[in-house]
């Protein structure tokens, strides 16, 4: 019987991870997030939108 194995390279750093959105995603994450504050009336729903538009700001 014979075992295949996949060898890989070792390094002594790990891999850097990759973006999962670009600047533009941010900006049209913020745009949509905009759009719904304007609709929505419950004022805690509303605290959680603002804290999430402020966070991807920092981002672009």
Do not use: W
Request: glycine fraction near 2%.
């Amino acid at each position: 019987m014979t075992v295949m194995t996949e060898e890989r390279p070792t390094s002594a750093e790990p891999q850097r991870a990759r973006a999962l959105f670009s600047t533009a995603d941010f900006r049209l994450l913020r745009t949509a997030l905009t759009s719904y504050a304007r609709t929505i009336e419950d004022r805690e729903e509303l605290a959680k939108i603002n804290a999430l538009h402020h966070r991807l700001g920092t981002y672009c």
